[in-house]
């Protein structure tokens, strides 16, 4: 089994729909981040949780929400998905005490598209 | 705030050229790791290096090899005789407040090598 995984990987939905991404991982690690690509936009920063208490949001956060269910899962929401949110979603992990793959480790992402 | 630019958008190059990916950063802070990752047609995001901000020494890597300059802020990434199996997205990414913080990434070069 992967170390981060992401569910579902693919996913068509309809404008409007409220719709989530979820994220798991198995490296214990406390860190926990969503990032959205975009063709020549590289990967934005749209939430990201220190530990399960802790929630930030990055660069892009409107129009989405998160959970931290656990140390291990780390849910994004879209509460009304829009065409414009159509893209490729990662999820990523790190700790300061994983030196191995230097402490990130990012899942396999999520195409989502928004008709 | 950070930021990352890769001003090259699109590479193409004929096998066994040499090629070079540029990368230029901005940070107020004297801290700082910066990271190369490679996504290949299948999406998934490989890692191929981290360097820290205290670290100037150049790295190579079999065919591959990264050039840190604290003086004009770049780190370039060199590939020597490509292949067509490097044919992928070259992403540059930096992060600051430690190495496992969260990533700033840039747009993102798309190399293509031809056969």
């Known amino acids: 089994d992967a170390d981060v995984t992401q569910t579902p990987r693919n996913r068509i939905t309809k404008t409007g729909k409220r719709i989530m991404l979820e994220c798991s991982q198995t490296?214990?690690?406390?860190?926990m981040y969503w990032y959205r690509q975009d063709p020549g936009l590289g990967l934005r920063l749209i939430y990201y949780s220190f530990d399960v208490k802790d929630i930030n949001k990055g660069e892009i956060s409107d129009g989405y929400s998160v959970s931290r269910q656990a140390q291990a899962k780390f849910s994004l929401s879209l509460e009304s998905a829009i065409p414009n949110q159509t893209a490729l979603y990662f999820c990523?992990?790190?700790?300061?005490?994983?030196?191995?793959?230097?402490?990130?480790?990012f899942g396999s992402g999520t195409r989502l598209t928004v008709v | 705030a950070q930021k990352v630019t890769q001003a090259q958008t699109e590479i193409s190059v004929v096998e066994k050229e040499d090629v070079t990916l540029d990368c230029v950063y901005e940070?107020?802070?004297?801290?700082?790791?910066l990271f190369w990752y490679k996504q290949p047609p299948s999406g998934e995001l490989v890692f191929l290096i981290r360097?820290?901000?205290?670290?100037?020494q150049n790295e190579i890597s079999g065919r591959y090899s990264w050039n840190f300059q604290k003086s004009t802020s770049s780190f370039n990434f060199t590939i020597t005789a490509s292949q067509v199996v490097d044919s992928a997205v070259y992403f540059c990414a930096l992060s600051v407040g430690g190495a496992n913080s969260k990533l700033t990434f840039g747009k993102g070069i798309t190399l293509s090598v031809r056969p």
């Open positions: 490296k214990g690690h406390d860190r």
């Open positions: 990523a992990t790190s700790d300061p005490r994983d030196s191995a793959n230097y402490g990130y480790t």
């Open positions: 360097r820290n901000s205290f670290d100037e």
């Open positions: 940070t107020r802070d004297t801290t700082y790791y």
